[in-house]
């Protein structure tokens, strides 16, 4: 039983990293109809942008939680300025001039984004792994044979935050009508005065900035990064996504959180080195079975 | 009309006679090591052409392919001793086979939801051939026997005399540009064919395709089947050549790189495919002193031919125009 709580902790606390990482693809192909192969890789200069802010300021372990925290929101702040601006200078370079061209043109165009990121953060930072510092008082809360750490409570505390803000953003502002008037049609959204191009670069700029958030609680949950870290993150929340029914925020959240704990199970009842195998076993049976996801209305393929 | 033909096929035999001097004309070993390997690429992308370029389907995930050719000879070698001759043919069947299970879910998805299942399926092999121990887990199968071929010599009569590739590069020269005018060949009968006019069909509109009798789910299946097939002859070859297979050469890059070879010479287009692959894969070798550059510029060249050659270098009009068009090629 303790050990299934423990993965049950454990498979949460990937899940909203997951889950926050879903946001992006599902928003951006909510929108334009585009996987973002790109969206992984953002993840992860979110988590070296994090690093660099560390590094920067000469963050080093916080004395008492309030100042913990303060770190944690300047970092977090950082590091969703600038990859939402990277995601809105990706649109605009790679994905903007090939807005109407098939969709295999665009998946090749960011296949070649993915490259280009990873390749610029490993001449930047080095192919090796880079170590995190720990910021946070190591408080752990130990029930049992269960320890949750405090890391783990920020974790879910802040992606949940962020995610009911963001449920907010889309149903009730005018921000969020507009953006889901582009999601259902261009033209039409066009002819009714919303600014398109504007909620196409505001889209990747907040799903953008959402990898970025999963980057940095990635980074220091773990301690260590690696410019190879996105495409396999990527890859599992993009699977999220698809099992949440794409284009669907709700479904995103589900969907991380569902593949974080097919995957702590996984790795605590059957074996570690199959870990990385369910959420691609899950992605192939859902799509085969239920392309349109748990709650997806949309269908596989508009074209 | 004919005199065009017959200069074509002038030009046509020139080139290939060319191909078969080079190792006579470069004697480098090290210059038929790259351009064997290139013909491995050329054979793959090949393959992916006929599933991309002609029906297209997009796959993600070829490298796995790739991958149950090499560890189906590599297997069938270690256990019982099976030649390369013998494991070609039967490399090709399994292949197919495989191609055949992962093309059923075009029964179900399309678009770019195919090619995550694709890719999906590419990642799970990978990790299966690096998890089980029959395949020998992350170290791979090592002792992989190369070919041997006999052919017969006139020495006071007919005798045979036998050639070991070993760890020479130009039998593996030869062997490989034998596939690739094979495989070329066949892609060229195969496009003007009635299966290769069903999946220009299929390709540009399924609905149609379907109204006017195409089979679409049978002839989609068969673009899988039999470009997934030209990969498990491409994978025999690999592990005769390098004697061992792990699982790590079939990474998701190896299917991208792939890719780009098919999308960069030109969609559907044969040659075009053949010059994409010959490009991308002497230009690291020339590039070896920026090889830290190198997936840099390849994302970046990628990104630049969407934008402004999405036809590839050598597409033909039929492709440029679906490329180009507002419409949705896939």
Known sequence: ME?????????????TIYALIALGYTMVYGIIQLINFAHGEVFMVGAYIGLTVIMFLGFTAAANLPLALLYLALILLISMIVCGLLGILIDQIAYRPIRNSPRLVALISAIGVSFVLQNVVMLIYGPQDKGLPQIFPDIKFIFGEVTITLMQILIFAVSLVLMVLLHFLVQNTQIGRAMRATAQDHKMARLVGINVNGIISLTFFIGSSMAAVGGVLFGLYYHTINFHDGYLAGLKAFTAAVLGGIGNIPGAMVG?????????????????????????????????????????????DRA | MSQIRLQRHWIYGLIIFLCFAIPFIDRSAYHQEVLTTAGIYILLALGLNIIVGYAGLLNLGYAAFFAIGAYTYASLNLAWHVPFWVAIPIAFVVTSIFGFLVGLPVLRVKGDYLAIVTLGFGEIVRIIFNNLEITGGPNGLLGIAHPTLFYPVWNNGLAWARLDFGVQSFPYYYLVLVFVIFVAYFSLRLDRSKLGRAWIAVREDEVAAGCMGIPVARVKLAAFAVGSSIAGIAGTIYAAKQGTVTPDSFDFILSVMI?????????????????GGLVLSILPELLREFSIYRMLIFGLVMILMMIFRPQGFLGNVRRKYELTSRRKYF
């Open chain 2, 259 to 275: 890719l780009a070879m098919v999308v960069l010479g030109g969609l559907g287009s044969v040659f075009g495919v053949i010059l």
């Open chain 1, 256 to 300: 991380g959180i569902l593949i974080g704990l097919a995957e702590g199970f996984g790795a605590g009842y059957i074996s570690s080195e199959w870990k990385n195998v369910f959420a691609f076993v899950i992605l192939v049976v859902i799509l085969l079975l239920k392309p349109t996801g748990l709650f997806g209305e949309r269908i596989s």
């Open chain 1, 3 to 15: 050990l299934f709580f423990q993965q049950l902790i454990n498979g949460l606390t990937i899940g």
